[in-house]
């Protein structure tokens, strides 16, 4: 069943339809749910909690998450398109194996969180982002831009550096990767 052009607001998320197009979610809890099967199109979601929730092999597109919790989330095998997370807490989620391609993530915390062996990270930008001691091992960062984001801590592989833009306190921090030893 599709629910289309509806507002949902101050609720525990009741999964009553498989589709949502053009949905508008506010203050919405979708915590410890299973949304694997739910297909969200062009929806907003404002201030909702998705902390804990499984959200893997999961389609998104199109959708905008502000001010929202993905506290925990099992992001795993998820196919974002067209999607912007605006000033979410996204710490300590899984991501890995997934296909970002046009995503934003803009003044988000994405601390802890595993970003590792991402299918696609195609067009993808990160605006004044917490990435502090996240996951990209395995993923290919070429043509992505860090210099805003606070990348201390960071893991990541040797070779899939290559490409990656930063500014130079960032290089300094990235250099212990590379086994460089900076002195003055």
Do not use: P
């Not at 998104?60 to 929202?68: C, L």
């Not at 988000?108 to 595993?114: A, G, R, Y």
């Not at 996951?135 to 070429?142: A, H």
């Amino acid at each position: 069943m599709k629910c289309k052009d509806e507002t949902f607001e101050n609720m525990i998320f009741e999964e009553n339809y498989n589709d949502y197009v053009n949905c508008i979610f506010k203050n919405v809890d979708f915590s410890k749910h299973d949304l694997s099967n739910i297909y969200f199109l062009e929806c907003q979601f404002i201030d909702c909690d998705f902390s804990n929730a499984i959200y893997s092999k999961f389609i998104s597109k199109g959708n905008v998450y502000i001010n929202s919790k993905f506290i925990g989330t099992n992001m795993m095998n998820i196919h974002l398109e067209n999607v912007s997370f605006k000033a979410c807490s996204m710490r300590y989620s899984n991501l890995s194996e997934s296909i970002l391609n046009k995503v934003n993530f803009s003044d988000c915390d994405i601390s802890e969180s595993n970003f590792i062996a991402l299918e696609a990270i195609n067009k993808t930008t990160f605006d004044n982002c917490k990435l502090m001691g996240a996951d990209f091992s395995n993923t290919k960062l070429e043509h992505l831009d860090f210099r805003t984001c606070d990348i201390s801590n960071i893991l990541v592989k040797i070779e899939d550096l290559r490409g990656l833009t930063v500014n130079s306190f960032q290089a300094m921090d990235l250099a212990t990767i590379l086994g460089i030893k900076i002195k003055d």
